[in-house]
């Protein structure tokens, strides 16, 4: 069964340290992507990046990158240099590619880690 | 660009009473459309999921319910609201060829 499990409940760290959301999954799957989302105080869910089960190439967004393992089923997710406004609850999410009793498409979310940055 | 309405976006209401909350999307057509609910604690979980006009599943049995009268409108209804029935209701659309979503900017709802 697909599952996403956020081990890290609450991080805390000082502006500017760097800081690493770990994310594992477990799907049936050979074909499915990964998400990962931000959730600030306001509430909204907002998209980061989406990763294909098929390529494992790292990303780089600016202060953000994100490492994918198939090996070890994670896909984790780095703040480089954090500042305050990276206080949030992130979210790691899966999506399977094929349909499962009519799944296919839907999302499943980890639990969220929530992340605070003092400054 | 595309862009995701919800409202209203906090509400209070007596056990009991009917509810109804709209979702709305703009600048896409034929979109997979979602409703969450996030209570106390962070963890999303999925409450309908709609491919098309008409078109709704369930993903959890409960007091709540969705239609979808036209292509981009999604509405949330109960007849009778339960406490349980309280937490931070989110809207969210996705293409029919892509998986991302994408998400609207939620309804807090009180149950008192």
């Known amino acids: 069964a697909q599952k996403v499990t956020q081990a890290q409940t609450e991080i805390s760290v000082v502006e500017k340290e760097d800081v690493t959301l770990d994310c594992v999954y477990e799907?049936?799957?050979?074909?499915?992507?990964l998400f990962w989302y931000k959730q600030p105080p306001s509430g909204e869910l907002v998209f980061l990046i989406r990763?294909?089960?098929?390529?494992?190439q790292n990303e780089i967004s600016g202060r953000y990158s994100w490492n994918f393992q198939k090996s070890t089923s994670s896909f984790n997710f780095t703040i480089t240099a954090s500042q305050v406004v990276d206080s949030a609850v992130y979210f790691c999410?899966?999506?399977?590619?094929?349909?499962?009793?009519?799944?296919?498409?839907?999302?499943?979310f980890g639990k969220g880690t929530k992340l605070s940055v003092k400054p | 660009s595309q862009t995701i309405h919800q409202w209203p976006a906090t509400l209070v209401q007596p056990v009991g009473s009917p509810l109804s909350l709209e979702c709305t999307v703009e600048?896409?057509?034929?979109?997979?459309l979602y409703w969450y609910r996030q209570a106390a604690g962070r963890g999303l979980q999925l409450l309908f999921y709609?491919?098309?006009?008409?078109?709704i599943s369930s993903e959890v049995p409960q007091n709540l319910s969705a239609s979808r009268p036209q292509d981009r409108q999604f509405i949330l209804s109960s007849k009778k609201l339960l406490l349980s029935d309280s937490g931070f209701y989110l809207c969210?659309?996705?293409?029919?060829?892509?998986?991302?979503?994408?998400f609207g900017p939620g309804t807090r709802l009180t149950v008192t």
């Open positions: 969210a659309w996705g293409s029919q060829e892509g998986y991302e979503q994408y």
């Open positions: 799907t049936r799957d050979t074909t499915y992507y």
């Open positions: 990763r294909n089960s098929f390529d494992e």
């Open positions: 999410a899966l999506s399977e590619a094929h349909d499962y009793g009519g799944s296919q498409g839907n999302l499943i």
């Open positions: 600048g896409t057509s034929n979109p997979n």
């Open positions: 709609s491919v098309g006009i008409g078109q």
